[in-house]
């Protein structure tokens, strides 16, 4: 199965948007999510551009907030501070990179954890840590794990006593996705760039999900026959310049019970994800 993060997009956003309509009447007005950029970054402008497009489809009120990329750390903590207190404000998300001059660790300390819509403080990551259930409503998680688990979860595959590896582990990606595992039983190998035969680790497992950052790197020597696979990467084929996952997809898919795409399989669902969490930050914090 090639799994259509797109049309699960759709469908999560269409069943927010329906959700959230019903909002102004229940609690007076629908959630707010403000997103903090700081600087130019390329990349960023696009996704935050891509945030304010899908938070209007979901019927969420998105408002940017952007500073010179020559802000000092004071000033991003002065706006941070200022959103932390505007209860119309519901969920922020820092948009990363910060411009050097602003650290990246005491910005993200600076964040009420309560509107910390992408599972970065101390406060979210120890709670999913501690907790033996992934209880969304409860606390943030970050937004790409929570959609690597959604996808297995709308695919239907089975997690209990399975054997996954997990490809990076990063704090972002490979690292929560890895507890997110846990939570629901399967037994968890965490791989990174000092794994020693790391084809041998991929080949004995049933869920694969790549979070590495280096294009088309699994291939299909490395998968066993019916292996489930999140791609979580976003890379750039170095032939063709065009967007590519970790997996070498063409190579790989063939052998696989369900496998995701890149572009179109986790890319979509993050966003919603981060809609989700801005809904389960207004909630909790009614
Ligand atoms: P990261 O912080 O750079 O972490 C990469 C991880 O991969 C590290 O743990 C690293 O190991 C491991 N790694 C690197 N080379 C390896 C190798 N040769 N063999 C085994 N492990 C290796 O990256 P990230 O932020 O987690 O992102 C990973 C990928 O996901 C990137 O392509 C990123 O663009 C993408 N991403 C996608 C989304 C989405 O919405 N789809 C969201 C976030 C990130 P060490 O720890 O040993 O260095």
Redesign the pocket.
């Known amino acids: 199965m090639i799994f259509d993060g797109k049309k699960l997009a759709e469908e999560i956003k269409s069943s927010l948007r329906e959700e959230i309509s019903t909002y102004p009447a229940k609690y007076g007005r629908v959630p707010c999510l403000s997103v903090l950029l700081v600087g130019d970054d390329y990349g960023s402008q696009r996704y935050v551009a891509s945030c304010e497009k899908h938070a209007a489809l979901a019927g969420i009120d998105c408002r940017v907030v952007r500073l010179p990329q020559e802000s000092s750390e004071d000033d991003v903590l002065r706006t941070l501070e200022e959103l932390n207190q505007d209860a119309n404000v519901d969920g922020i998300l820092i948009q990363m990179p910060l411009p050097k001059q602003v650290s990246q660790a005491k910005v993200v300390e600076a964040l009420d954890p309560k509107k910390d819509v992408d599972g970065v403080t101390d406060t979210n990551v120890a709670q999913l840590w501690k907790q033996k259930k992934s209880d969304y409503s409860r606390f943030s998680v970050p937004?790409?794990p929570r959609?690597a688990m959604r996808i297995l979860e709308a695919a239907g595959i089975e997690l209990d006593g399975k054997n996954a590896v997990v490809?990076?582990?990063?704090n972002?990606?490979?690292l929560p996705v890895t507890k997110l595992l846990m939570n629901q039983n399967a037994t968890v190998t965490v791989?990174?760039?000092?794994?020693k035969d790391?084809p041998a680790l991929l080949r004995k497992a049933d869920i694969i999900v790549a979070?590495?950052?280096?294009p088309k790197?699994i291939t299909a020597d490395m998968v066993s026959e019916g292996a489930v696979i999140v791609d979580?990467?976003?890379?750039s084929d170095p032939a063709t310049g065009k967007m590519c996952g970790?997996v070498d997809y063409e190579n790989v898919a063939a052998k696989c019970r369900m496998i995701t795409p890149v572009p179109g399989g986790?890319?979509p669902l993050?966003i919603c994800s981060l809609m989700e969490n801005t809904r389960d930050c207004f909630l909790r914090n009614l």
Do not use: P
């Open positions: 937004c790409t959609s490809v990076g582990r990063s972002i990606v490979g791989a990174h760039s000092h794994t790391l979070a590495i950052g280096q790197f979580v990467g976003i890379n970790d986790v890319g993050t």
